[in-house]
Structure formats: structure tokens, C-alpha cells
């Protein structure tokens, strides 16, 4: 327990690297006052450029890859723990950081860039499929956060078919501990998007748009 524990810390502590909001102080932006408020990507993107957008992108995945590489840096060679099981915990830990960050009195990112970096980290068979659905719905509809919330699905209903059919390589309560973790990002990637579904009901959110223009300073 006391592992789990650890890892999430190391995770949260990660997280609170906010590359959009870093990035926007050093350009003169508080991306919370701009845009939709938000510090992720997307907002991003439509207020600080294309750069910014990439930039920030990369920033919130690799952070979820150092934090799962530091724990497992520590508990790789550790008997009576299982690191696959604790690279889950700090990924969450990450994600909870970017999302609820104490110094931005836990109103922080959606995570879904840090959803992103833990199938890299952590169950790269995921990313084909969630990169697929998240590059089509974004094309097809223009609106990222419909393509998050799907993303957030389709991670949790692979990792139970992938789980079920022995390819994430663990087994009983190892196993069953991944699933709730799973459902608890999925949860929380459609719980941060509840105005955009909103919106999304009413016909009212945003459209994405790759003509994205820098604010004025």
C-alpha cells in the first residue's frame, strides 16, 4: 500500500507541471483568463499558435513518462510489489496533478494529453486504436472534446479486452486493481468535459480549427 501510495505522490508532484500555463506566462498569457479558460492543448493552440499547441502537447505526455519512469527506476527490482501495477498509480497520480493542481487551487487541465502519455508509458497496444478515433472524430465533427470523451471509452473497454485475453500481463488482483484504475481515468476524462457534453447536447461548443491565431499580448 505504502508503494501505491508513494507512486501516486511521485505522479501529482509531476503533474503540476502545467506546460500550457508555464508556456503562456512566458509569452504574457494566463491562458485561464483567455479562450475557454482552459490550460491544455486545445486552448492552447487557439489562443498561442501551432508552436505553443505542440509544445504543450508534448510537455503533458512526457511528464506522465517521467513519472512512471521514476517509479519504476525504484520498484523495478523491489520483491512483493508488482511495478506494472505501480506505473498505473503514478500515471494517475500524474494526471490528478495536471488536473488539480494545488497552486492553481485545483482547477487545472482535463487530462487528456496525460490520458495519452500513459498509453505510451504504460499500455502502448492502446494508443492504434485511440489515436485512430480521436484523428477521425476530430476530422469528421471538428470538436476535440467529443474525440477526448471517446478516447477516455475506448482506453477503458481496451484494457478490459486486452486484460481478458492475458495481453496486459497480469492476472487476478493485480489485474482487477488495473481495471478500477482505468475506469477511474476514464471517469475522470469525461467527468472534466460535463460543460463540453453540455454544449455538445445543445449545439453550442466550439468547433476545432487548424487556423489558430496568437493572441495579443
Known amino acids: 500500500m505504502l508503494a501505491r501510495l508513494i507512486s501516486i505522490l511521485i505522479g501529482y508532484a509531476c503533474g503540476h507541471f502545467i506546460t500550457g500555463f508555464f508556456y503562456g506566462k512566458t509569452q504574457h498569457v494566463d491562458l485561464r483568463e483567455v479562450g475557454s479558460g482552459n490550460v491544455g492543448t486545445t486552448n492552447t493552440y487557439r489562443n498561442l499558435g501551432p508552436k505553443a499547441g505542440i509544445l504543450t502537447l508534448l510537455g503533458d505526455v512526457f511528464k506522465v513518462v517521467l513519472s512512471v519512469l521514476i517509479v519504476?527506476?525504484?520498484?523495478?527490482?523491489?520483491?512483493?510489489?508488482?511495478v506494472k501495477v505501480l506505473e498505473y498509480y503514478a500515471a494517475l497520480g500524474t494526471i490528478l496533478g495536471h488536473n488539480f493542481p494545488i497552486f492553481m487551487k485545483f482547477?487545472?487541465?482535463?487530462?487528456i494529453a496525460c490520458t495519452g502519455g500513459l498509453m505510451i508509458a504504460v499500455c502502448p497496444i492502446?494508443?492504434?486504436?485511440?489515436?485512430?478515433?480521436?484523428?477521425?472524430?476530430?476530422?469528421?465533427?471538428?470538436?476535440?472534446?467529443?474525440?477526448?470523451?471517446?478516447?477516455?471509452?475506448?482506453?477503458?473497454v481496451q484494457i478490459l479486452i486486452f486484460g481478458q485475453n492475458g495481453m496486459?500481463?497480469?492476472?487476478?488482483?493485480?489485474?482487477?486493481?488495473?481495471?478500477i484504475l482505468a475506469g477511474v481515468v476514464m471517469v475522470l476524462g469525461i467527468a472534466r468535459h460535463h460543460a463540453n457534453?453540455?454544449?455538445?447536447?445543445?449545439?453550442?461548443?466550439?468547433?476545432?480549427?487548424?487556423?489558430a491565431k496568437k493572441q495579443e499580448s
Not at 72 to 82: D, F, R
Not at 132 to 144: A, E, P, Q, S
Not at 168 to 179: C, K, P
Open 107 to 111: 482547477h487545472g487541465g482535463k487530462g
Open 168 to 179: 496486459l500481463g497480469l492476472t487476478g488482483a493485480d489485474l482487477i486493481e488495473v481495471y
Open 197 to 211: 457534453i453540455g454544449r455538445l447536447i445543445h449545439g453550442t461548443e466550439s468547433k476545432f480549427s487548424f487556423k
Open 72 to 82: 519504476w527506476l525504484i520498484y523495478h527490482n523491489s520483491a512483493g510489489v508488482n
Open 126 to 156: 492502446c494508443v492504434p486504436v485511440c489515436l485512430t478515433i480521436f484523428i477521425v472524430t476530430v476530422l469528421t465533427t471538428k470538436y476535440v472534446s467529443l474525440s477526448s470523451i471517446l478516447v477516455c471509452i475506448s482506453f477503458f
